[in-house]
């Protein structure tokens, strides 16, 4: 009769924590979902915005086929960047036409 008391607590107690376990699995596994779409977007965003942004310093130095050096610069870093996160269109192309406008040297890059 013990023994039968026992057993049904350890198969109670044992039930109880493998379905807690899987519980908490499956919540680990829902937020690590939820992330991944977080991720996902947020990194859409930002391709969004430096794909914008590189494109608005395209076009306001394009009537002048010149650009400061360190505008320069820093589009080359956004561009890098746009690249890392998989942009890959149209700003190469923009970028091959950069290369033959005049670099205006400044003090700020010393």
Not at 1 to 25: D, P, R
Not at 26 to 36: D, M, Q, R, V
Not at 40 to 47: F, N, P, R, S, T
């Amino acid at each position: 009769m013990i023994q039968t008391i026992i057993s049904t607590v350890i198969t109670f107690g044992v039930s109880g924590v493998l379905g807690y376990c899987v519980s908490v699995i499956k919540n680990y596994k829902n937020k690590l979902n939820e992330k991944n779409k977080e991720g996902k977007i947020l990194k859409e965003a930002l391709m969004t915005m430096l794909q914008s942004n590189l494109t608005n310093t395209y076009f306001v130095y394009e009537s002048m086929q010149e650009i400061p050096d360190y505008i320069l610069k820093n589009w080359l870093n956004s561009l890098k960047m746009y690249e890392q996160l998989g942009g890959n269109d149209y700003c190469h192309t923009l970028q091959r036409k950069i290369e033959d406008w005049k670099i205006i040297k400044t003090d700020i890059l010393k």
